[in-house]
């Protein structure tokens, strides 16, 4: 016999019985994968039931649920008193529409100036934004009586009114950097600064980690923050 085809002969029977063996160790893992994957899906199972009948859990959810409605039925009344559009008043309007809420943001204007209509876009875009503070426009030939009495000299003039009482005003365009294409985030950014607007992002971060934060505090079992006092 060839001694060649001997060891050819021996040699492909050990592999064969290698891949064999792989492929027996290969069947192993795969039902000890499923038996695992199996297991961890009745404890997921047995975990959600147990948490769906955490009375803490049902607490916090229906705590949550009274909020949303209540933010709800919140924006429906600031809707009812003008809030969420940018609207265009009368002389006659003024004096109720200014006193009538907290925060009101009114754009003094005149209808063939360019930078007036920019400054329309802008406000325009954000009054659906902000519903806590009140939009509004009001033609400045049509108002001669407020021109003269709140000192108005340069149009586009934003005036920001807090519980009815004039405070800070914009000028033309020199707070939002004195250029035409301003961005509506520079505006924004700088009423947010005046705090005649709230920070969104910032609002909904506040939130979020108050809610985290009670959270946490129930799944130890803690009181709330008063209770330690």
């Known amino acids: 016999m060839d001694p060649d085809a001997v060891k050819s002969t ?6 064969g019985n290698v891949m064999a063996a792989a492929a027996r ?14 297991s961890s899906s009745a404890n997921d199972e047995i975990d959600l039931d147990e948490l769906m009948d955490d009375p803490e859990l049902e ?3 229906a705590e949550r649920i009274a909020a949303l409605q209540k933010e709800a039925e919140k ?9 969420g559009e940018y609207r265009d008043i009368t002389e006659g309007d003024f004096l109720g529409e200014v006193t009538a809420s907290e925060l009101v943001i009114c754009h ?11 400054m329309d876009k802008h406000l325009k875009a954000l009054a659906p934004k902000y519903l806590d503070t009140k939009f509004l426009k009001l033609d400045a030939e049509n108002a001669p009586f407020f021109i003269s009495k709140l000192g108005i000299k340069t149009l586009p003039c934003v005036i920001l009114f807090r519980k009815g009482i004039a405070g800070d005003r914009l000028v033309g365009f020199q707070d939002v950097g004195g250029k035409d294409d301003f961005p ?16 969104k992002e910032k ?19 803690l009181g709330s923050d008063s209770d330690e006092e």
């Open 25 to 38: 160790n290969l069947q192993k893992e795969m039902i000890v994968q499923e038996k695992t994957q199996a």
């Open 59 to 61: 607490r916090l959810h």
């Open 10 to 15: 021996f040699s492909n029977l050990a592999m």
């Open 184 to 199: 509506t985030r520079r505006l924004e950014n700088l009423l947010i600064k005046k705090g005649m607007i709230k920070d």
């Open 75 to 83: 924006r429906q009344e600031m809707k009812k008193q003008g809030h």
């Open 203 to 221: 609002e909904d971060e506040e939130d979020y980690s108050e809610s985290k934060r009670t959270s946490v505090r129930s799944s130890l079992n």
């Open 108 to 118: 003094f204007y005149h209808r063939e100036f360019y930078r007036c209509k920019i």
